[in-house]
Nanobody, 124 residues
């Protein structure tokens, strides 16, 4: 059974930083893409960042480019999202997702596996 478990969310002031973690288990993730999505209050779920587990190649939404960094630790089967220079607009529930492909896809419906989400709140 595939499980994705996020952690690391919380409350932070604008300009601060947080690191989210997503621990993956239940299958071989070596040829998957892992992604971070978020859903803010009253908003649709949107793509934030993606990383190919095999190559480490990353892709970011324009809104977070230069501020967020996705990475992975193959030994720990864990992906991370380092978030710097946080803004109130970054407030959302952040989800980790997995897609059985080496290509980063930004469409949420392509992802077969999802975590439960972790809340990130950025105060002004």
């Amino acid at each position: 059974q595939v499980q994705l478990v996020e952690s690391g969310g919380g409350l932070v002031q604008a300009g601060g930083s947080l690191t989210l973690s997503c621990a993956a288990s239940g299958r071989d993730f070596s040829r998957t893409t892992m992604a971070w999505f978020r859903q803010g209050p009253g908003k649709e779920r949107e793509f934030v960042a993606g990383i190919s587990w095999e190559t480490g190649a990353t892709y970011y939404a324009d809104s977070v480019k230069g501020r967020f960094t996705a990475s992975r630790d193959n030994d720990k089967n864990t992906v991370y999202l380092q978030m710097n220079s946080l803004k109130p607009d970054d407030t959302a529930v952040y989800y980790c997702a997995a897609h059985a492909s080496t290509v980063v896809i930004i469409t949420s419906r392509a992802y077969e596996y999802w975590g439960q989400g972790t809340q990130v709140t950025v105060s002004s």
